[in-house]
């Protein structure tokens, strides 16, 4: 009977813990820093590219996503009214394929994604430095970076951000 107890206990622990750790870091953590977006030119979804340098001159929104994750999934209904409400701001999709394939744009075309998106290549996904998701980098007009947000962040913490960002 001591035994159960102590295995029922544990299990409880642990779940507390993993849902206690989920919740942290599907918060979202703000990081300053400085200097300038790396550079790129990456495959738009839909056909063509777009390069950094095409970006300048806006306040820019990267959100590096991937399509297995869930915190992704459930901020793009709030980066999608945010880009809708604030046209001026270039919001940017920039998804990193794992396994999809030639599957990846219908996949990603059935998420409610209002604003385009941008296909991740290694190098990119090096530069950035993604290894949360999602993972979103607010850019100034001139092309550094303001802000860097780990993990799923609503349309109010976009708008400081951005609003940080100058824009």
């Known amino acids: 009977m001591n035994r159960m107890i ?38 738009k979804l839909d056909g063509g590219t777009v390069s950094l340098a095409d970006l300048k001159g806006t306040t820019t929104v990267l959100n590096f996503f991937a ?7 459930a901020e793009m209904p709030e980066f999608s009214a945010y880009a809708k409400a604030h046209p001026a701001i270039q919001v940017i999709g920039v998804v990193v394929p794992s396994r999809e394939g030639s599957r990846l744009a219908g996949i990603v075309h059935s998420f409610p994604i209002s604003y385009p998106v941008l296909v991740a290549d290694p190098a990119t996904e090096q530069a950035y430095q993604i290894d949360v998701f999602p993972t979103t980098y607010v850019l100034r007009a001139d092309g550094t970076i303001s802000e860097v947000i780990h993990g799923a962040i609503d349309q109010e913490t976009l708008a400081e951000a951005v609003d940080h960002a100058g824009g």
């Open 6 to 43: 102590r295995d029922w206990a544990l299990a409880l622990g642990v779940g507390f813990l993993v849902f206690w750790l989920a919740d942290v870091l599907s918060r979202g953590s703000t990081t300053s820093k400085q200097g300038a977006a790396p550079s790129f030119t990456l495959s």
């Open 67 to 73: 399509t297995w994750c869930g915190p992704c999934k």
